[in-house]
């Protein structure tokens, strides 16, 4: 009877060893990446079925019953898995154990024009530029967040989605953001009576036009004097994105084609902002810094120059282009 319990035990013993050997061993994917994308709702067998087949382990097993005593397999977190480098049975449940499912990290620039947004979260979320471009303009789609465009309100910031979030869910995130960073800075008095939406395409013009914020109320000096004064804003910007966007400098031809957002043929502000303008920006739309500037021009350094009338601005284009030319530039 002893010997029958010794050998039960060595049977045991050799088993649980087996069984904990192949429980930590690894595979190793080399320079792969496998993602295994669970579905709602989806079955702890289907998910073993992806893991066996991509490689990532080779024990059904060893997947399998462990998930079961670890209720792994009945807590799946829906989501987009990656696995990398050497991975085991008990790495591989305790990653789906804690959720541990990809986020992306997704970064939206200040002055980032729809279709740049569109095309930034094709590439990180895999989602259909085409769908964020159509929601634009969706008026059904928009009433529910009051807005006349998405254009301007999705504020330029870094978020972070889990793989497989929904465009709904990401615009929503977008415009709860433009909300909550503007939500203290609108007052009763607004500069040239503008409403809210016009200084938010005011702003897009300024951060379109300012490289660095310290610049930024003066040039909405500027605009605002040239809306206060009747002139036409001339914005470079509101052309250029009018046109669908250029790789090249503007022309004198450009300059002619009539668009709605041609801003050197037609008087006040284009109907929508031309991109997502940050906080300062809208500051800036807001609090225009107190000038008689109707005037400016880029030096090449990153700043600009302004001027009171149109012969100080053409001196300062003429004085510009010689010291750039000095500069080699």
């Keep these: ?37 669970i579905e709602p709702g989806e079955g702890f067998s289907s998910v073993a079925d992806q893991l066996i087949e991509s490689g990532v382990v080779n024990s059904r097993v060893m997947l399998k019953y462990p998930a079961r005593w670890r209720g792994v397999d009945r807590k799946l977190v829906p989501g987009r898995y990656d696995f990398t480098g050497t991975n085991s049975c008990r790495s591989v449940l305790d990653k789906l154990e804690n959720g541990d499912f990809l986020v992306i990290k997704v970064t939206i620039y200040e002055g980032a024009p729809i279709w740049k947004v569109a095309s930034t979260l094709a590439a990180r979320m895999e989602i259909d530029s085409a769908e964020v471009i159509a929601r634009n303009t969706d008026s059904a789609y928009l009433a529910q967040f009051d807005l006349p465009c998405l254009e301007g309100y999705l504020y330029p910031e870094t978020y972070f989605w889990p793989w497989g979030t929904d465009l709904d869910i990401i615009l929503k995130d977008m415009i709860k953001m433009h909300q909550k960073q503007t939500a203290d800075i609108w007052s009763e008095h607004v500069v040239n009576g503008l409403s809210k939406e016009e200084i938010v395409v005011m702003a897009s013009i300024i951060e379109a036009e300012a ?112 010291e750039m030319k000095a500069r080699g530039q």
């Design 211 to 322: 490289l660095l914020d310290d610049e930024k109320p003066r040039i909405s000096s500027v605009y605002q004097n040239r809306i206060r004064k009747g002139m036409k804003l001339d914005a470079d910007p509101t052309v250029i994105y009018g046109l669908g966007g250029l790789d090249r400098p503007l022309n004198r031809q450009d300059l002619r084609k009539m668009t709605p957002y041609n801003t050197y043929r037609k008087k006040g502000l284009p109907p929508t902002a031309i991109n997502s303008p940050g906080l300062a920006a809208i500051k800036a739309a807001l609090n225009p810094e107190a000038t008689e500037y109707l005037y400016f021009v880029a030096d090449g350094t990153g700043r600009h120059r302004f001027s009171k009338s149109n012969a100080e601005h053409n001196r300062a284009r003429r004085a510009i282009k010689q």
């Design 1 to 37: 009877m002893k010997n029958i319990l010794i050998i039960l035990a060595l049977v045991i013993f050799v088993f649980l060893g087996f069984f904990g050997v192949s429980y930590i061993k690894s595979v190793n994917l080399g320079d792969r990446t496998v993602s295994v994308i």
